[in-house]
């Protein structure tokens, strides 16, 4: 099959000993399903983080364990180190390619809103991912909405303007916002500072006033 491939090895090393298997390069995973035996495996750290990377969590990986015949995974879950920000744990989740599972997809806003380029808006995106149902390899890899759309600061995009493939359901409440253009802050013309001069300017041509007319009499 076309599309990412990546080998793992049986692991025999479990609960607190993995530490000595990331300190030599290898990061612990766990592959399971519906359909095959729960089992625990390895791959290379540089591999794995370059597959996760490229796959996310809707992107089908096809994975082969010791050379084995290729199965359709999914990545599920992943750990990272809570204070270097590295993989220390992947799940991945074997399926059926005959039967619709639901996965997380990024959704994109292209070219550029009238309401940032003309009226110096600034570009919102409240949800920056939809989930979907849908045969395993008919998942797209993200969904796109065209921010020309975006013509003023009243215009919103919602889930209900994707428009999806055939064959792909969206899950997701059809009124959530996923884009909008907001107003430039537009700073107060005359500020505080402003009117208590103009008010201090006034108190002292008063005073001068009064001056005047003592003087007078």
Do not use: W
């Not at 990545?75 to 993989?87: A, G």
């Not at 107060?188 to 009499?217: F, I, M, V, Y």
Request: hydrophobic share 35%; with cysteine; aromatic share 4%.
């Amino acid at each position: 099959m076309d599309g990412l491939q990546l080998t793992l090895e049986k692991r025999e090393v479990i609960g607190k000993k993995v530490s000595n298997l990331r300190k030599n390069g290898l990061i612990p995973v766990h592959l399971y399903g519906s359909e095959v035996d729960s089992i625990s495996l390895q791959c290379e750290k540089i591999t794995l983080n370059k597959i996760v990377l490229q796959a996310g969590t809707n992107i089908p990986i096809n994975v082969s364990i010791d050379g084995s015949e290729d199965q359709v995974c999914f990545v599920r879950e992943v750990q990272y180190h809570p204070v270097k920000d590295q993989i220390i744990h992947v799940d991945f989740m074997s399926v059926n390619i005959s039967k619709p599972v639901r996965a997380k997809v990024p959704v994109r806003i292209e070219g550029t809103s009238p309401a940032v380029r003309t009226m110096g808006g600034t570009l919102l995106q409240p949800l920056e991912s939809v989930t979907v149902e849908a045969l395993p390899l008919e998942i797209p890899g993200y969904l796109t909405l065209a921010a020309e759309l975006l013509v003023d600061f009243e215009t919103n995009l919602y889930v209900k303007d994707l428009e999806i493939p055939d064959g792909i359901q969206i899950t997701n409440d059809e009124a959530e916002m996923l884009a909008s253009v907001v107003a430039p802050r537009v700073e107060r013309a005359r500020g505080p500072e402003s009117e208590e001069g103009e008010a201090t300017e006034g108190e002292a041509t008063e005073g001068e006033d009064s001056e005047e007319e003592s003087t007078e009499a």
